[in-house]
């Protein structure tokens, strides 16, 4: 019962990459700044180990932002001329790349850091992509004109990749998609259609994980101009519950979802986000194991992973380390609870 993972990223070493930033610049080039992602990999790799978590991940050390780290194995995309582009509903800026041409990618994307986990690790291991939804709305598009239909088009290769990832022996597939909860009315049609597309004939365990995005000040800004109850998620659980998709990954620590609407997404693994990624403060196991109790009350047991609430990316990397064991810890305690 409870097994942990987490959502994915964790903070970069400051040897690899500048710290604490969302688009951090690499500290190395060529061959030594791949020997740098790989060892990086396994330092996490280590760490989530030591710390008890259950399904690992590679932290998404080799990647310098967890869409545009996809998007460099692809053409008809130009890296070169990016646009400055309002993203999330024009929540924040990003400069991002433009769509110039038909989509293809150029060869695998992770088969380095799925065979290098998969060498390294008798445990589960879980590997994320960006969801269409979500890459849709972080590039700009000057060739396919409808974001359904370029959407579509990205769903296939990553479903492309996913497959290879499979084979390379991973255990789950989980699509980052937090745009889920910014268009909200196209999650029932083209978001899940997409998804769908996405984890065609997969036999690994699939999931999706949605959330208020990383804990950047703008997010901030943003989740508290929501109200005291996050209902937004009513209008996408009945259709993800109805979905092919095997588990949903939502933040719930310090988090304004009422949980009845936990409920909504039966017969679906739930990954509980008991740990806050937007606050520096360290959960306590007593924390962790009552975030779990309340979850308990909409979702069953045996249908609960106890997760972080979103990637830990930007985060000091020694309070990601202290996070992942505060959540092994919780997840202990809940456990003893419900025995
Ligand atoms: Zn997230």
Redesign the pocket.
């Known amino acids: 019962m409870f097994p942990t993972t987490i959502?994915g990223s964790l903070p970069k070493p400051a040897w690899l990459a500048e710290t604490h930033k969302l688009w951090p610049t690499w500290k190395a080039e060529g061959d030594a700044l791949a020997q740098a992602k790989r060892d990086a990999t396994l330092l996490w790799l280590k760490e989530q180990e030591d710390a008890g978590v259950d399904i690992v991940t590679d932290g998404e050390q080799s990647r310098q932002h967890f869409v545009h780290g996809f998007l460099e194995a692809v053409e008809g995309i130009d890296f070169e001329h990016k646009v400055r582009m309002g993203i999330r509903n024009n929540r924040y800026d990003a400069m991002v790349p433009q769509v110039v041409g038909p989509l293809r990618l150029t060869g695998r994307v992770h088969a380095t850091e799925a065979q290098l986990m998969r060498s390294h690790t008798t445990k589960k291991i879980k590997f994320t992509l960006p969801g269409p939804m979500t890459i849709v709305d972080t590039v700009a598009d000057a060739h396919y004109g409808s974001r359904e239909t370029l959407a579509m088009a990205f769903a296939e290769l990553l479903n492309q990749e996913a497959r290879a990832l499979q084979a390379d022996g991973v255990d789950v597939i989980q699509f980052?998609e937090?745009a889920y909860n910014v268009f909200m009315e196209h999650v029932p049609t083209w978001g899940i259609a997409s998804l769908h597309r996405a984890i065609e004939g997969l036999t690994c365990t699939t999931g999706v994980?949605i959330?208020y995005?990383?804990g950047i000040q703008a997010n901030k800004d943003w989740k508290t101009s929501l109200g005291d109850r996050w209902t937004q998620y009513e209008a996408i659980f009945p259709a993800l519950a109805a979905s092919r998709i095997d588990q949903v990954s939502l933040?719930v620590a310090n988090s304004r979802i009422p949980d009845d609407v936990l409920g909504l997404l039966k017969g679906k693994d739930v990954l509980i986000g008991v740990i806050d990624v937007a606050n520096d403060a360290v959960e306590t196991p007593e924390q962790v194991a009552e975030t779990i109790g309340r979850a308990m009350r909409y979702v069953p047991a045996d249908r609960i992973v106890p997760c972080t609430?979103?990637?830990m990316a930007p985060m000091d990397r020694g309070i990601a380390a202290a996070k992942l064991r505060a959540l092994v810890e919780g997840a202990r305690l809940a456990r003893e609870r419900a025995a």
Request: proline fraction near 9%; charged fraction near 20%; hydrophobic fraction near 10%.
């Open positions: 959502a980052d937090p994980h959330c995005g990383y933040e609430n979103c990637g």
